[in-house]
């Protein structure tokens, strides 16, 4: 991973936790995200950048790139449409599976909610389409990270059962044996 120099903040949620409720309010429907779907995908981020001054702006093509998998890296991603304005984009969500096969690591890459929808429980039900993937896929847990900053974020990934990883052991003193004073 590159270092940006941005403190970060990794959670991981295992993928039995009871599930997530969410898709009650604006959301009408979550699809997968298809070819067509590169304007509403657009459209998406350039409400998100709009409303995140100050912070580095998304841009159209680098969420509609976030969506595409590469070689080792498999991506899913979903878009939940508004309830009322079918053809109108207010989430996505994206999961990235990739590592060794047999052992692949599940870790929701974007979440990203259109300002007007937030606090309605579409970023929730978006992240239940993506746990709920990685446990079809054979996962048990899946990952997620933000920055250090983002409070608000952090809050959010909490309140949907999401821990930070346990502390390494420590390095234990040697009390006995060859070589102990």
Same mark, same amino acid.
């Given at each position: 991973m590159k270092d940006t120099g941005i403190p970060i903040v990794h959670l991981s949620r295992s993928v039995n936790l009871p599930g997530i409720s969410g898709l009650e309010g604006l959301c009408g429907r979550v699809t997968p995200v298809a070819a067509g779907d590169a304007d509403?995908?657009?459209?998406?981020?350039?409400?998100?950048a709009a409303d995140a001054p100050g912070r580095?702006?998304?841009?159209?093509r680098g969420l509609a790139d976030a969506v595409v998998s590469r070689p080792g890296r498999t991506v899913a991603a979903w878009l939940a449409w508004d309830a009322t304005y079918s053809s109108r984009a207010i989430g996505l969500v994206?999961?990235?599976? =990739?590592?060794?096969p047999g052992k692949p690591r599940h870790s929701i890459g974007w979440l990203v909610v259109a300002p007007s929808a937030r606090r309605s429980g579409v970023g929730t039900a978006l992240v239940q389409v993506a746990v709920d993937e990685a446990r079809r896929l054979g996962g048990t847990e899946v990952w997620v990270e933000t920055h250090t900053a983002w409070s608000d974020a952090i =809050?959010?990934?909490r309140h949907l059962g999401f821990t930070p990883p346990p502390a390494p052991p420590s390095v234990a003193t040697r009390s006995s044996g060859p070589g102990a004073s």
């Open positions: 509403a995908i657009h459209e998406l981020a350039a409400a998100c580095r702006a998304m841009t159209g994206t999961l990235v599976t =990739a590592g060794p =809050a959010f990934w």
